[in-house]
């Protein structure tokens, strides 16, 4: 996927650079994918053909158990992450796909990322993440929620109960229901269990607007994740104070104090690389900076996908299903409706699940049989590559499994985290 951002974000980046191309030779941008378990850099050229690549995997992982170092115990539905990890990704795989390519940094004419969302994280006035501070390093609720921290559920449905009655006309732009994993629902699970968190918070990011804001100084909101995570709308903006003040009377001015900042279009140039990032991630000072983007959607052009059609799924922890259309229609049940969400002039329709590979990560690690490991190690092979082997010779159905994939519960249509999943062999 990440090559795909790299090519899309080429056509916007490079535009008035052709002279120096012509000039200077060859010419080349940065990618960086943010997933769940790991970043990965690609190097490609204005053409698109991938040049070099390298995963770093995030030293932290996932936090789903106990905070670093403190050891406190998280409950039940977290999933948290730390954001130095992020900057670990711009250390090692930017260096190591210049290395591998033997490309020169000042041929690198732009860097753009994208990211798991609604993966956010409350920062001080300075930009400083709050789990960093000494003083709230062993409050769960300083570090960064991953997108998929389902321990807002509570919050989630009583906004979705308050906006039903209010008769909000954000709701159906949202098939019906906001989730537990975007950004109003984690914040206000914020202000119910640690109000001293979010008073000391001076801003709630996106984590691919905090990195871009590390790797330029500049704070910018990118409209994608803004459209489909934090209920904002390119016309109306916001919901209003009055619908905040429903929801608890502490948040009527939320918009405007902890999630304020400019919201640009996706391809805009956030800014360019601040001296001391250039040194970290061994580019020149000065070098372009896309704003971020969520993960799936950059994969929408990408693939070459421009206009209405087509559907894209994007697939991996989870899956997205995506689509491009003229007109803003409501669909019951679907993730959301952004106007230049995906590609600018187009709507962007998405919806999907919550595991996909989540689903395989966790049968592998802990379903299998003994005999199923010891065969894989036996032949060289992942468990994954094993089953995967085996399971490509039946037919579609033949074995009589079933299974319901709500491991993460169910987005799309239902939009419940606490739903369940499972499965039977209709054999038995």
Known sequence: MIATICASMAQT????????????????????????????????????????????PYPHGVIDEVLPESNVQLEPDWALQHPADYIEVL??????????????????IGVGIDFTSCTMLPVDASGEPLCLKPEFRNRPHSW??????????????????????????????????ISSEWMIAKIWQILNEDPEIYEQTDLFLEATDWVIFKMTGNIVRNSCAAGYKSIWHKQDGYPSKE????????????????????IVPLGTRAGVLTNEMAA?????????????????????????????????????????????????????????????????????YEAGQSAVGDIFAWYVEQGVPAYVKEAAEKEG???????????AAYRPGETGLLALDWWNGNRSVLVDTDLTGSSSDTHC
Not at 150 to 163: K, M
Not at 381 to 391: F, T
């Open 13 to 56: 980046l490079t535009m008035g650079s052709k002279g120096r191309e012509t000039e200077m030779g060859k010419k080349y941008v940065i990618g960086i994918d943010y997933g769940t378990e790991s970043g990965r850099a690609v190097l490609v050229d204005l053409e698109g053909n991938e040049i070099a690549d390298h995963v770093t």
């Open 91 to 108: 250390a090692t795989a930017v260096p190591t796909v210049l290395q591998k390519s033997g490309v020169n940094p000042a041929d690198v």
């Open 144 to 177: 960064v929620k991953l997108w998929k921290h389902h321990a807002a559920q509570d919050e989630a449905n009583l906004l979705n109960e308050i906006a039903a009655k209010r008769g909000e006309a954000f709701l159906p732009r949202y098939g019906g229901k």
């Open 243 to 262: 619908f905040f003040r429903a929801l608890d009377p502490r948040l009527e001015h939320l918009t405007e104090t902890k999630l304020r900042g400019p």
């Open 280 to 348: 970290m991630m061994g580019l020149l000072p000065g070098t372009a900076v896309a704003v971020g983007n969520v993960d799936a959607h950059a994969a929408v052009p990408g693939v070459g996908v421009v206009e209405p059609g087509k559907l894209v799924m994007a697939m991996g922890t989870s899956i997205c299903h995506m689509l491009l259309g003229t007109e803003e229609k409501y669909v019951e049940g679907m993730c959301g409706v952004v106007e230049d969400g995906i590609i600018p002039g187009y709507f962007g």
């Open 381 to 391: 092979v992942s468990v994954h590559e094993w089953l995967e082997k085996r399971a």
